[in-house]
């Protein structure tokens, strides 16, 4: 009896750690073998050393300044390579706070619109599946070997019949969708600190977000009580986006998230930012006071409007930043 009342609290102290190690994490599986095409689209490359000299690019594809203010609709498929060390170093001192802010946004709402854009892709090719599996007495084997590599990709237990089908297509229909582009951008600019933050120099990591093993950056002042954690780093910005959305849709402490854009669709809402920040209190240890910092800069920034933004046709711009030293 002593060593069961032993075991017993040992097990409720392993899983307050956990708890609270979920409410403190977002942890990730990197997902930078995730490879997409551009799906066929033309591909021109792009060298600059600052931000400003791509203004001549950006007012031949209308994305200005004053396009910006009025509330960009249609976005440049712009796809920096890297985040570019002199934004750190010299731009954020050469430029009005503001106008760093405007540069920010304006190279990571791309990626969110691609990275989204390839999520739709997969809702799409997903739902199909289920329209064919709902039609069917009995799923055939390609659609079930289909809706394996779906439950595989999102984290979905499908372990032969013990998990009924159609409770895999309901969990994956939750998790295979889109994060809006205000609630990006905002957590953006906080998680790398506008852009300028080691993390995002040195990784090309946009959202903080952790992971375990050999790669990573590790914090200078890393807990020893959350055990040997890194900050994960990416080949690009845009795995980066990849991976934000992935760990949103699939990691058990964005339930909520994932509950509430559900909502939103059935009831045939416009899916919000600023609402479903609510949901996100467990992103960080910060709890209610990081939700309130979203939804602060989402405001100040008008940024729920780029919750209609779209992607333009057209050739993929990637943007490669070259230092160039003096003299």
């Known amino acids: 009896m002593g060593r069961f009342a032993l075991a017993l609290a040992a097990a409720i102290v392993v899983l307050g750690v956990c708890g609270a190690f979920h409410r403190t ?16 689209r033309p591909v021109q490359k792009v060298e600059f050393v600052a931000l400003a000299d791509l203004a001549p690019l950006k007012s031949e594809l209308n994305y200005t300044e004053e396009t910006w203010s009025s509330g960009q609709q249609d976005v440049p498929r712009l796809v920096l390579q890297q985040v570019p060390v002199r934004f750190a170093e010299v731009t954020v001192h050469e430029v009005p706070v503001e106008h760093k802010k405007r540069l920010f946004f304006q190279m990571v709402l ?52 013990v998990v009924p089908v159609q409770q895999v297509l309901q969990t994956l229909e939750r998790r295979i969708d889109i994060v809006p582009p205000s609630l990006a951008l905002a957590q953006a600019a906080i998680e790398s600190a506008w852009g300028t933050s080691r993390f995002a120099l ?105 919750d209609r933004s779209k992607l333009a046709d057209g050739t993929v711009y990637e943007l490669v930043p070259v230092w160039r030293a003096a003299g």
């Open 202 to 306: 040195e990784g090309n990591a946009l959202f903080g977000q952790w992971t375990f093993g050999p790669k990573g950056m590790v914090p200078e002042e890393q807990r020893v009580e959350k055990g040997d954690y890194r900050v994960a780093a990416f080949r690009t910005p845009l795995h980066s986006v990849r991976s934000y959305l992935r760990n949103l849709n699939t990691h058990p402490a964005y339930r909520e998230f994932r509950k509430h854009r559900a909502s939103a669709r059935s009831e045939g809402k416009p899916l919000s930012g600023k609402a479903l920040s609510a949901t996100l209190t467990r992103y960080s240890e910060r709890g209610a006071a990081y939700v309130k910092e979203i939804r602060h800069l989402i405001a100040v920034n008008g940024l729920s409007a780029l």
């Open 110 to 161: 791309p990626l969110v619109l691609i990275a989204n854009e390839e999520m739709e892709f997969e809702r799409e090719a997903f739902l199909g599946l289920k329209a064919r599996i709902g039609d069917a007495r009995i799923p055939g084997a390609g659609d079930l070997m289909e809706l394996r590599r779906f439950a595989a990709k999102y984290d979905v237990p499908m372990d032969g019949d």
């Open 25 to 40: 994490a977002p942890i990730i599986k990197p997902i930078d073998d995730w490879e997409w095409s551009y799906q066929g």
